[in-house]
């Protein structure tokens, strides 16, 4: 594969309970918490929120891509990533995700097409294939 960039970030702390991480660049800069809902303090981005945003952002780039390509509207297209962690056995922890892709100008089986293809180049969709659970939602 040929590399066309490449991020880095660095972990610091205690990684998710009272942890920071900070891009080399320094655009992200962020503390880390662990969250209510897990028993944590909260306040805090978490590694969930953060792979939410990055899914959800590249997600919507390749589903641009495609449907420009096909024709398609894409005016008002949102991708809305959720991003779930729990116990996957063996005392392992897993992440699973939900894509909620909202297309308004566009017929609900074309969309689902679309979204089909996206899912089929976007890289984030592709690393997690077969390693995590994604489910695509039109809305």
Partial sequence: MKIFYTSVATATGDGREN???RSSDGVIDVEIAVPVELGGKGGATN?????AAGYS????NALRRVAR????DVDGTE???EVGIGAA???AFGLAVTL????PKVERDRAEELVAAAHKV??????TRGNIEVALAIV
């Avoid at 909620?100 to 297309?103: F, S």
């Fill in 89 to 91: 056995g063996e005392g």
């Fill in 122 to 127: 976007c890289p984030y969709s592709n690393a």
């Fill in 69 to 72: 390509r096909a024709g398609a």
């Fill in 57 to 60: 952002a590249c997600f919507l």
């Fill in 100 to 103: 909620r892709v909202l297309m």
């Fill in 19 to 21: 942890g920071h991480v």
């Fill in 79 to 81: 991708v809305t990533a």
């Fill in 47 to 51: 590694p969930e929120q953060l792979f």
